[in-house]
T-cell receptor, first 111, second 112 residues
């Protein structure tokens, strides 16, 4: 089955700096790659996703890139703010296989 | 529009007790799933359903049962609780596997 690895497990940045979280996946059939943000005491919330026919997608300060050949994808957050502090999860799936999640990255943005 | 509703939010069980975690969604999603979240291990799939009357096992199904009699509801049953089942449980729903999931707010379960 699919195996998703996520790095780093913790990330601390200064407010205004950029943050990058990287994930790799094992199943070449995976074609849907979402990212979730989880705030303390809440369920994960979808923040951005990308499909295999697209190399990059942006939504304001967040962007995701996908390299299908290398089987890795990344989340980029620019101009970080304290409210970006949370745990971020990457995931991978396809029509025939359920979504598998990375272990998570705890991002701390210092004011 | 409530999204995905999970009850209870907190529960303490004694070893050997059984209980049902409730999950309901009002978005007419066909796909529903249960995950458990443990520190450093991300979200692991317990069971899932692609529609009413259809369920299947995920990565860590042992000790859990599910049923899907309606599109809206997907309860998770712990048959005989064990301390290893202490975790936070999340229910999620979606149109299908290739769309983003909507998660509930979770149930924090402690088995003593």
């Amino acid at each position: 089955g699919e195996n998703v690895e996520q790095h780093p497990s913790t990330l601390s940045v200064q407010e205004g700096d950029s943050a990058v979280i990287k994930c790799t996946y094992s199943d070449s059939a995976s074609n849907y790659f979402p990212w979730y943000k989880q705030e303390l005491g809440k369920g994960p919330q979808l923040i951005i996703d990308i499909r295999s026919n697209v190399g990059e997608k942006k939504d304001q300060r967040i962007a995701v890139t996908l390299n299908k050949t290398a089987k890795h994808f990344s989340l980029h957050i620019t101009e970080t703010q304290p409210e970006d502090s949370a745990v971020y999860f990457c995931a991978a799936s396809n029509r025939n296989n359920d979504m598998r999640f990375g272990a998570g990255t705890r991002l701390t943005v210092k004011p | 529009n409530a999204g995905v509703t999970q009850t209870p939010k907190f529960q303490v069980l004694k070893t050997g007790q059984s209980m049902t975690l409730q999950c309901a969604q009002d978005m007419n999603h066909e796909y529903m799933s249960w995950y458990r979240q443990d520190p450093g291990m991300g979200l692991r799939l317990i069971h899932y359903s692609v529609g009413a009357g259809i369920t299947d096992q995920g990565e860590v199904p042992n000790g859990y049962n599910v049923s899907r009699s309606t599109t809206e509801d997907f309860p998770l049953r712990l048959l005989s609780a064990a301390p290893s089942q202490t975790s936070v449980y999340f229910c999620a729903s979606s149109y299908d596997r290739e769309f983003g999931y909507t998660f509930g707010s979770g149930t924090r379960l402690t088995v003593v």
